[in-house]
């Protein structure tokens, strides 16, 4: 369940800074209005991996129990 709610929080941030990224290249002056990936990747992927990072560190055998998951999904 915790893994779960860690995922849905995960993507949930991606979606939220991804409409504002988008809303704000829609108001944005000049000429180019759709959505600006290199913020997307600044302000919504790196604080994300940022997080899992700092986990990761404080809690190895997390990480070890992640790519044991990973490995039965691939399997």
């Not at 915790?2 to 993507?11: A, D, Q, Y």
Request: hydrophobic share 50%.
């Amino acid at each position: 369940m915790k893994k779960k709610v860690i995922i849905t929080t995960s993507l949930v941030w991606l979606l939220i800074v991804g409409y504002l990224t988008w809303y704000n290249g829609l108001k944005a002056s000049g000429r180019y209005k759709g959505f600006n990936w290199e913020e997307w990747f600044w302000f919504g992927f790196i604080p994300l991996l940022s997080i899992y990072l700092f986990y990761f560190i404080w809690k190895p055998e997390a990480f070890k129990t992640l790519i044991k998951d990973i490995k039965s999904l691939l399997n």
